[in-house]
């Protein structure tokens, strides 16, 4: 009982993020609205990883595995006459470049986002987008061959590598999370043991 308690005033707690270790090797969680609870290591190991993708029509990227989930990653040819924006945040247009870089971010790493002046760190970024600590440094970015981050699927649209009006190809670029595509607000369904406490 006395450890029932404990989480339930985890899950009272007004700090958005906070950890309680139980008995043994069990811990309990709280971030974002969200109650994680589990064994091991509770802030999780980041997978680090550095993939080159060719981008070509029909070209998919599987099995990028941040140590929670899988990520499907699908390119698809976009023409002059398409809409060049997009309205969901898991999907992005690009000029046609040949390739992209699908990485984890860098500590102290900067991005610009799309729209604001100037750049704002990674983990602000994740922060703002309220992405749970545990995947922030395992979360995929795609950057071009000169190393500019362009998308942070699910998050944000940097200003590189934005189509123009003398594009006349580029590609539709699509983020899903294994099994289907998942909101940031939906990680009890995307993580096992996440719960929704709001």
């Keep these: 009982m006395r450890h029932i308690e ?4 985890l899950v009272q707690a007004d700090s958005p993020s906070a950890t ?5 090797d069990v811990f309990a969680r709280r971030s974002y ?9 509770p802030q999780g190991e ?9 981008l070509e029509e029909g070209a998919t990227l599987l099995g990028v595995n941040d140590g929670q989930a899988n990520w499907e990653f699908r390119c698809q040819q976009w023409v002059k006459g398409d809409s ?9 247009r690009i000029p046609g470049l040949g390739s992209l870089v699908v990485r984890t971010a860098n500590v102290g790493e900067r991005l610009s986002p799309l729209g604001m002046t100037g750049t704002k760190k990674a983990q602000d970024v994740f922060t703002d987008a309220k992405v749970e600590k545990a ?9 071009d061959d000169s190393g500019n981050v362009v998308w942070v699927p699910g998050v944000l649209r940097t200003s590189h590598a934005l189509l123009s009006d003398d594009d006349s190809t580029g590609w539709t670029l699509r983020a899903r999370r294994a099994p289907e595509t998942r909101e940031l607000t939906a990680f009890s369904d995307t993580f096992p043991g996440f719960v929704d406490i709001e």
């Design 33 to 41: 609205g969200f109650l994680w609870v589990g064994k091991g290591n």
């Design 135 to 143: 995947v922030r440094w395992s979360w995929p970015i795609l950057c």
């Design 84 to 92: 060049m924006r997009t309205s969901s945040p898991w999907e992005t």
């Design 20 to 24: 309680l270790h139980l008995q043994g």
């Design 46 to 54: 980041a997978k680090r990883y550095h993939l080159a993708w060719t």
């Design 6 to 9: 404990a989480v339930v005033r």
